[in-house]
Nanobody, 125 residues
Framework: QVQLVESGGGLVQAGGSLRLSCAASGRTFSSYTMGWFRQAPGKEREFVAH????????SYADSVKGRFTISRDNRKNTVYLQMNSLKPEDTAVYFC??????????????????WGQGTQVTVSS
């Protein structure tokens, strides 16, 4: 029911900022919890941030707290990830994902139903 397309990735120097966008198709976008995950070469895809269907609840991985901000605009069917103070270790492919609202953990990528193709973020030293 939901198709996701990420954009906004690119090359940035350490300390810089990027704003990722995830555009969703379908009229049920507002019914989904949204998350951002990332995957670096040779590593498992890991949780980055989550936002509830209403936008009233957010959470972040410890590694990005204070630096990243997730937000959503249901009228535009878009979720964002503002990334500030980027570090080389933030280099990864970033994926947005949609999860049906429910009791399953938003921390677990296996609980997400739909995924975008990812956008590359590269942070140079």
């Amino acid at each position: 029911q939901v198709q996701l397309v990420e954009s906004g990735g690119g090359l940035v120097q350490a300390g810089g900022s990027l704003r990722l966008s995830c555009a969703a198709s379908g009229r049920t976008f507002s019914s989904y919890t949204m998350g951002w995950f990332r995957q670096a070469p040779g590593k498992e895809r890991e949780f980055v941030a989550h936002i509830s269907w209403s936008g009233g609840s957010t959470s972040y991985a410890d590694s990005v707290k204070g630096r990243f901000t997730i937000s959503r605009d249901n009228r535009k069917n878009t979720v964002y990830l503002q990334m500030n103070s980027l570090k080389p270790e933030d280099t990864a492919v970033y994926f947005c994902a949609a999860k049906n609202t429910g009791s399953t953990s938003y921390l677990n990528r296996l609980n997400y139903n739909y995924w975008g193709q990812g956008t590359q973020v590269t942070v140079s030293s």
